[in-house]
């Protein structure tokens, strides 16, 4: 069984730019999260969609945001990049309670 | 305000010992509680989890022990082995609509078994 899949790996931006992040979950789960692992910061919560729909976000401004595809697949989009948004962003999808991660999307600001 | 505390931040065990790692919590509406595995260069890997209603659960080498009145959990891995070295994450959620809540994470312990 395929786990979770995000893509880029790998994204540099300038500051002031968007970035956009894709996560295509475990087949047959209903629910993605979002979580930014930022150095010294921890890993942090930043979005739960699940059919669908926004279920809950984090402590983040609104230039973070997302939605989740009608095949359960999710993107978060990151405007008005800045250099502290800089950090390893983690997807996990999920059936019920467990939540399993995919390998993250480094995202680099300049 | 940090809702859940790990410790120790760093951790040196002998190969074959016992590593302890400790957790608090505030939010007494947390009803959920894993532990998360995380190698460098990777993503989070789920351990083993435990819910409220039970105080011990073992999977393996791996045992969480969890004290609802204290407010506390730990996670304990017998006969450490130089493959457990990673960094480990405690976390705690709460149940909603049949899924969970997003999991609020400790900071981590960088946890070395020597050979």
């Known amino acids: 069984e395929a786990g979770v899949t995000q893509s880029p790996t790998h994204l540099i931006k300038t500051r002031g730019q968007q970035a956009t992040l894709r996560c295509s979950p475990i087949?047959?789960?209903?629910?993605v999260y979002w979580y930014q692992q930022a150095l010294g910061l921890g890993l942090q919560f930043l979005l739960w969609?699940?059919?669908?729909?926004?279920?809950n976000r984090g402590n983040f401004p609104p230039r973070f945001s997302g939605r989740q595809f009608p095949n359960y697949s999710s993107e978060l989009n990151v405007n008005a990049l800045e250099l502290e948004d800089s950090a390893l962003y983690l997807c996990?999808?999920?059936?019920?309670?467990?939540?399993?991660f995919g390998p993250g999307t480094r995202l680099t600001v300049t | 305000q940090q809702q859940v505390k790990q410790s120790p931040q760093s951790l040196i065990v002998q190969k074959g010992g016992i590593s302890i790692i400790n957790c608090a919590y505030e939010?007494?509406?947390?009803?959920?509680f894993p532990w998360y595995q995380q190698f460098p260069g990777k993503g989070p890997a789920l351990l083993i989890a435990?819910?409220?209603?039970?105080s011990e659960k073992k999977e393996g080498r791996f045992t969480i022990s969890f004290n609802k009145s204290a407010k506390q959990f730990s996670l304990h891995i017998m006969d450490s082995q130089p493959g457990d070295s990673a960094t480990y994450f405690c976390?705690?959620?709460?149940?909603?609509?049949?899924?969970?809540?997003?999991?609020?994470f400790g900071k981590g312990t960088h946890l070395i078994i020597q050979p």
């Open positions: 996990a999808s999920s059936l019920a309670v467990e939540q399993y």
């Open positions: 087949s047959g789960h209903t629910s």
């Open positions: 969609y699940d059919e669908g729909e926004e279920r």
């Open positions: 939010n007494t509406a947390f009803d959920y």
């Open positions: 435990i819910r409220p209603d039970v």
């Open positions: 976390a705690a959620s709460w149940r909603a609509g049949g899924g969970a809540d997003g999991l609020t």
